[in-house]
């Protein structure tokens, strides 16, 4: 069966009634996970794999499909209101969309992310129709050294989200590296900073790291300037969107459908790294960066539109070699494997109704989640009338259920805490809590993809200069670091003179 015929069947299967419903019934659910601190779909898929026994394959893989990105796109709206990421992939999204709602314009933002997520989704899921057989070759070719590579790029753009220190921004990735370096050595079976405390030993999840810097950060915000009243904080403001938002808006919608769709195909990248990279590229590319941190409509397009296009992409690698990009994807593989689904290169040709009904019922759901979204936000944002003492109580419930729903070790909750504390204090010192965050993500993976390249070539660092991606990534790495530096010290010359 050629491409056209199988993508003919997925039609068919997407927009009949069983796809109709299974569709709608994943993306509510996944939506609801999402809004959730801490309760992400990676808990919600593991529990319907069960439910889904006797079902058929594709209605499962459909079901679940829709909780995933359903999830992604309901994540932002914790991240808007309240400062709580639901999930890893909307972290970037609280930087400016919080703000917002801070002034008053908390209808807007969530209005912006929840088009950008629609555009995002739509745009990577018409790439994914088109090149899904092209793209799996595509993400054979990158190997630790590329990806060592793409995680120095990454980890260079730190100063793109730092607040005006440079200084306290590297400090800041710095402390991040050290956190995910806790626990036992992978490669060596070592224990590194564990201080002889077993509840170290696996390290430091996520969750616990950014519900602390973000969430019970603004907790003991909120609690020490309880006295500060905020009349605009209430407000939901106009859903409406004006001409220059909407201009605003277009171009990173278009640059981050692509980009976020490019790093979903990579395996191990995910929607997390997307959101990341999505919000520091179009803060290179503004005109006034300076914005960016404080309210900007870019900023909240810019991670949206990324997450939701990377997490059509990271069906590529899943469904055509087998490879899970992120931990939600090995738990949907792990759910193929349950339905006697072998995913890999004859998935397609053997299974095109699976494979295409999947990929077109991704339009059929961001479609229901922009009707189901747009329509609510009024409803949604009320909870900025919530009385504060009752809103800080929700947050540290939530934060709390979250983060022991992950492990259920309550040595958790105290790193939480800790967490907590730090994240206020970098706010009271200026230390941005952003660079933390990226490091903590790119961190443990840079320290596996290098080993991993070392292994390869026998402790030959020449491994990076003799693959030309990786080589080029170096040197984007080199010049994204140096040249705001260099640019920094001829204004200042200019301004001495």
Not at 65 to 72: D, I, K, L
Not at 84 to 93: D, H, K, N, Q, Y
Not at 382 to 400: C, D, E, G, Y
């Amino acid at each position: 069966m050629g491409s056209i015929e199988g993508i003919l069947s997925g039609v068919q299967l997407a927009f009949s009634i069983e796809g109709i419903l299974f569709v709608f019934l994943g993306v509510l659910a996944g939506t609801l996970i999402g809004m959730m601190p801490g309760l992400g779909p990676i808990s919600a898929i593991a529990i319907m794999i069960p439910l889904t026994y006797n079902m058929d394959p594709t209605v499962a893989l459909v079901l679940m499909a829709g909780v995933y990105y359903g999830a992604v796109f309901g994540g932002s709206t914790s991240s808007i209101l309240l400062n709580a990421p639901g999930i890893s992939g909307t972290v970037a999204t609280s930087f400016d969309g919080y703000p917002m709602a801070q002034r008053g314009e908390a209808g807007k933002a969530l209005a912006v992310a929840a088009i950008a997520s629609f555009f995002g989704g739509t745009v990577s899921v018409i790439l994914l129709m088109l090149f899904a057989p092209v793209l799996s070759s595509v993400a054979i070719v990158f190997g630790p050294p590329e990806y060592f590579a793409l995680m120095v790029l990454g980890l260079t753009a730190i100063s793109s989200l730092s607040d005006g220190s440079t200084v306290k921004s590297l400090i800041s990735a710095v402390l991040g590296i050290m956190a995910v370096t806790i626990g036992i050595d992978s490669q060596t079976g070592t224990t590194r900073f564990t201080f002889n405390n077993p509840n170290l030993l696996e390290g430091i999840d996520f969750l616990v790291v950014a519900l602390g810097l973000f969430a019970l950060a603004e907790v003991c915000s909120l609690i020490i300037n309880r006295n500060q009243t905020s009349k605009d904080r209430k407000s939901l403001g106009s859903l409406k969107l004006s001409k220059n938002d909407l201009k605003d808006m277009s171009g990173p919608m278009g640059r981050q459908s692509v980009l976020g769709f490019i790093l979903g195909v990579l395996p191990g990248a995910g929607a997390t790294i997307a959101s990341f990279i999505g919000y520091i590229t179009e803060k290179k590319l503004a005109k006034k960066p300076e914005e960016f941190g404080k309210g900007a409509v870019r900023g909240v397009a810019a991670p949206e539109t990324a997450n939701n296009a990377a997490t059509s992409g990271a069906f590529v690698p899943l469904l055509s070699l087998g490879i899970p990009g992120s931990g939600t994807t090995a738990v949907l593989l792990g759910a193929l494997l349950v339905l006697d689904v072998q995913p890999g290169p004859l998935l397609m040709s053997e299974q095109p109704q699976l494979f295409w009904g999947v990929i077109v019922s991704m339009y059929v759901g961001n479609l229901f989640l922009l009707i189901l979204n747009l329509p609510l936000i009024p409803y949604i944002a009320k909870i900025l009338a919530i009385p504060r003492p009752l809103l800080i109580s929700l947050v540290i419930m939530f934060s709390m259920i979250g983060v022991y729903s992950i492990s259920f070790n309550t040595f958790d909750l105290y790193l939480l805490v800790i967490f907590g504390v730090i994240g206020y204090l970098m706010r009271l010192f200026k230390f941005p809590p952003a660079p933390f965050i990226l490091a903590f993500i790119l961190g443990g993976m840079m320290e596996e993809s290098f080993r991993q390249a070392m292994t390869m070539s026998n402790n030959d660092l020449s491994i990076f200069i003799n693959k030309p991606i990786a080589l080029g990534m170096l040197i984007a790495a080199f010049l994204s670091f140096t040249v705001p530096i260099w640019q920094g010290y001829r204004n200042k010359k200019k301004n001495a003179s």
